[in-house]
Structure formats: structure tokens, C-alpha cells
């Protein structure tokens, strides 16, 4: 029974830290999102200053690379329904969205402190 309990809270931890890293990386996800969106392209197609978007793509390939490997670890272990593993691949594709994301993960790993996660 201990061992049961030692195995549940290890999981559990796991699974915050988890959590923390994806909530890290929403936050660097959507910030490049929109500095892409909002002002590399923007600058690129109305001013011709391509230098921006030519820095920021490929900064942003690899910060949504990252959120997506580490939403689908995340959701690999298990215990996640369908519409929150949508939610959390469909926000990085939405500037803005990811930081809406933030308060939802925070709230995830809070019930899993007080062991109530959905």
C-alpha cells in the first residue's frame, strides 16, 4: 500500500514538472508567435525588411517544435481528454492563444497537488 502511494505521488510529480515545462514553454511559444505575426511580417511586407522575419522564423520553428514535443510527452502519460489534448496543440497555432493557456496549466497542476486532477 505504501508503495502504492510512494508510486502515485512520484507520478504526480512528474506530472507537474511536466506541466511547468509546458507552461514555460507556452509562454516562449506565443511570444514568438507574435512578434512573427505582429511585427517581423508585418515589417517584412510593408516596409521590405525581411532581416526580421528571417531571424524570427526559424527562432519560432524551433520554440514551436519544442512546445509540441513537450504537449505530446505531456499527454502521453496519460489521464487527458480528447478536448484538452485539442486545446493544447490548437493554441499554438492561434497568436495570443498560448498565454491564455497559462492560468488553465496552472490550474491543472494545482488539482494535482490536492490530488483532484481531471
Known amino acids: 500500500m505504501a508503495d502504492q502511494a510512494a508510486h502515485s505521488q512520484a507520478g504526480s510529480r512528474v506530472e507537474r514538472e511536466q506541466l511547468k515545462r509546458l507552461e514555460i514553454l507556452s509562454i516562449l511559444e506565443a511570444s514568438t508567435l507574435v512578434l512573427l505575426v505582429c ?15 528571417r531571424i524570427l522564423g526559424p527562432i519560432h520553428g524551433i520554440a514551436f517544435l519544442a512546445y509540441s514535443w513537450t504537449a505530446f510527452q505531456t499527454v502521453a502519460g496519460g489521464g487527458w481528454q480528447g478536448r484538452h489534448m485539442v486545446r493544447l496543440f490548437a ?17 491543472r497542476a494545482g488539482a494535482l497537488n490536492g490530488g483532484l486532477a481531471e
Not at 511585427?39 to 522575419?53: M, Q, S, Y
Not at 493554441?91 to 490550474?107: E, K, T, Y
Open 91 to 107: 493554441v499554438a497555432f492561434l497568436p495570443f492563444a498560448g498565454f491564455f493557456n497559462i492560468p488553465w496549466l496552472r490550474q
Open 39 to 53: 511585427v517581423a511580417v508585418p515589417l517584412k511586407h510593408a516596409f521590405g525588411w525581411p532581416t526580421g522575419a
